[in-house]
């Protein structure tokens, strides 16, 4: 009669735990006595052996955790947010990562172009519960080009980009940089699993250059850095793929816009590919 008696309590008490969201409860502990305050009800229970508390108080445990999975299972944490590390390089219109004899000035060592990207602020509208949702923010890009021939230097100071093949000094480092503010919009599709989470986002991306600069090391160790335009375009904007699980990920971008101003410079599109750690 005392199991029948418990289980009934334990129960009653779950579903009034459930069917009140809003509502604060609170466990007491006395010796022997277990105080359980329900918004404005209060129940007391003596029980001198301590089985009964023990699964009263497992019981309201329970009834919160199903609480909070049920609520964490409603939601839509998108992966834009968090860290990402890369590689860049660039492309010809004909879709070749060969530039020509007359733009090989601009041929990349592609192992030391680095992108590295920092995605703050993210913005979700969910669409199909907690399977997908369109997705924006803002982050920061940073974009290393690294030049294969360090002494065939860029140069700024005509219409149209040019280079310099320097003899002395010799360099062993020579690379552009750029820093773009970048947003996206795409859409993010999600596919919970008991352990892992499966999901992709695609979509496309926009952005602004806040700067750019040219870095030079000699085989001295002499550093130079020269803040110019270099003819870069101010705006980017292209297409974003991710694919991931849980919160690790591999993503892409392509370009859709020149890495250079028409007419002004060689007509190359930037792209990238990489490794991803969100945040959420």
Do not use: C
Request: aromatic share 10%; glycine share 6%.
């Amino acid at each position: 009669m005392k199991k029948i008696f418990t289980i009934a309590l334990v129960l009653l008490l779950i579903s009034s735990l459930q069917a009140q969201n809003e509502d604060s409860v609170k466990a007491k502990n006395v010796p022997d006595t277990t105080i359980i305050e329900i918004k404005n009800k209060t129940i007391i229970i003596i029980d001198r052996g301590g089985t009964l508390k023990d699964e009263i108080r497992k019981g309201i445990n329970d009834a919160k955790n199903k609480e909070a999975d049920k609520r964490k299972r409603k939601s839509f944490d998108s992966h834009w947010q968090g860290l990402e590390l890369g590689l860049n390089s660039y492309i010809t219109p004909e879709r070749s990562f060969t530039l020509g004899e007359e733009n090989q000035y601009l041929e990349l060592e592609d192992s030391r172009s680095i992108e590295f990207n920092l995605n703050l602020a993210a913005v979700t509208i969910p669409i199909v519960k907690k399977h997908v949702a369109i997705i924006s923010g803002l982050g920061l890009s940073w974009n290393n080009y690294r030049f294969d021939n360090s002494n065939m230097i860029i140069n700024n100071d005509s219409s149209v980009l040019v280079y310099d093949s320097v003899i002395d000094p010799t360099y062993k480092k020579n690379r552009l940089g750029t820093t773009f503010l970048m947003a996206p919009l795409a859409l993010e599709f999600h596919f919970p699993g008991k352990d892992k989470d499966f999901w992709f986002l695609v979509g496309g991306y926009a952005g602004v250059k806040l700067g750019s600069n040219l870095k030079l090391i000699s085989d001295e160790n002499n550093k130079e850095k020269i803040r110019e335009d270099f003819h870069l375009n101010t705006f980017r904007y292209g297409l974003r793929a991710m694919v991931g699980v849980n919160n690790f990920s591999i993503y892409a971008t392509y370009s859709l816009q020149p890495l250079f101003k028409k007419d002004e410079g060689p007509e190359v599109y930037p792209l990238s590919v990489g490794l991803a750690l969100s945040f959420n």
